[in-house]
Nanobody
Framework: QVQLVESGGGLVQAGGSLRLSCATS????????MGWYREAPGKQRELVAT???????KYGDSVKGRFTISRDNAKNTAYLQMNSLKPEDTAVYYC??????????WGQGTQVTVSS
């Protein structure tokens, strides 16, 4: 059974930092593209960042230069370091593991709230 468990969310003041973790089990972690997405109230889920099996990364325009995605294949865990947080970063953050259309998994989400 595949499981993705996010942690590290919380309440932080603008300008602060948080580090999200996504611990996985039940999948070939090193082969998956790992991603972070977020969903704010009244908005569609949007890409935050992805990292593929080779370590190449992509970022949403709104987080470039502030957020860093990484992975530890030995721990089957992906991370999202978020710096210089803004109130508009407030959202539920979801971890995603993608291998193919038949192996596409989501975590339950973790709330990030940035106060002004």
């Amino acid at each position: 059974q595949v499981q993705l468990v996010e942690s590290g969310g919380g309440l932080v003041q603008a300008g602060g930092s948080l580090r999200l973790s996504c611990a996985t089990s039940g999948l070939m972690f090193s082969s998956n593209t790992m991603g972070w997405y977020r969903e704010a109230p009244g908005k569609q889920r949007e890409l935050v960042a992805t990292i593929n099996s080779g370590g190449s990364t992509k970022y949403g325009d709104s987080v470039k230069g502030r957020f860093t995605i990484s992975r530890d294949n030995a721990k089957n865990t992906a991370y999202l370091q978020m710096n210089s947080l803004k109130p508009e970063d407030t959202a539920v953050y979801y971890c995603n593991a993608y291998l193919n259309v038949h192996a596409n998994y989501w975590g339950q989400g973790t709330q990030v709230t940035v106060s002004s």
